[in-house]
């Protein structure tokens, strides 16, 4: 459910910073950012979060506050990323809050656990309009037979191969290897700026688990709510 988490993390705070919109359900005054592209069964785990809210409330209630508005059109004009997305792209939008190169690929890394639907990479695995060059031909193979080139655009692949449901550095050793599933993931390694990067974090699992967690503080940072500008919110998904 990790990388679930930072998705929700990550799709929350670039569209009008770290306020859990994305958390909101429609409602007669709410159009859901949920069911937006780069969101609508991409993004899980929302369960987790209504559990763990949960619990703080039992604990401290009345304190964590939420946004009262979601913003379906700033998540659909750009805030969000592509899993096309080219490294200057992606270096832009993380530039544009606050997060460095290093952070993006930092971040990145929580795909070494993880699924992505077939519609996502289908295009990359069979080679339409992608490099052939840029992809390891039995990855791609293997990824074929779960996600039929005519049929199975929701079924699921892992996006890390070898150690889907472990927290550790193999996504960057995949990326070497030319395995990344999504576009976005293997442009992290395709002789920019940003492959010395992940060289040392497939040599360095330290270096990259404390790189992680500094850049998912910075992250929670992004244009919280403060004083006033919130509302406390028993339950996630729904207003008071």
């Given amino acids: 459910m990790a990388a679930s988490i930072l998705r929700l993390h990550v799709h929350d705070c670039f569209v009008q910073g770290c306020d859990a919109s994305i958390l909101l359900d429609d ?44 913003s379906l059109l700033l998540a659909k004009t750009g805030a969000l990323q592509s899993f096309k997305a080219s490294l200057d792209s992606l270096i832009s939008t993380f530039g544009d809050n606050g997060l460095s190169a290093r952070d993006m690929v930092a971040l990145s890394g929580a795909h070494t656990i993880g699924q992505a639907q077939c519609f996502l990479f289908c295009d990359r695995i069979y080679n339409n309009g992608s490099d052939i060059e840029d992809i390891d031909a039995g990855f791609a193979s293997t990824r074929r037979r779960g996600c039929p080139i005519n049929d199975g655009n929701e079924n699921l692949a892992p996006l890390d191969l070898v150690t889907p449901n472990s927290f550790d550095y193999n996504y960057f050793k995949n990326l070497i290897q030319k395995k990344g599933l999504l576009e976005s993931d293997q442009v992290l390694f395709s002789g920019g700026s940003t492959d010395s990067i992940v060289r040392e974090y497939s040599n360095n699992p330290s270096k990259f688990k404390s790189d992680f967690a500094a850049a998912m503080v910075k992250m929670s940072e992004i244009r919280p709510l403060t004083g006033q500008e919130g509302v406390i919110r028993r339950i996630c998904g729904a207003l008071p």
């Avoid at 409602?27 to 950012?33: R, V």
């Avoid at 969101?39 to 929302?46: A, D, F, P, T």
């Avoid at 369960?47 to 508005?69: D, F, N, Q, R």
């Fill in 27 to 70: 409602s007669p005054s709410i159009i859901s950012e949920k069911n937006v592209l780069p969101n609508k069964g991409s993004v899980r785990g929302y369960e987790v979060i209504e559990a763990a809210k949960y619990e703080v409330e039992k604990l401290c209630p009345g304190v964590v506050s939420y946004s009262t508005s979601a």
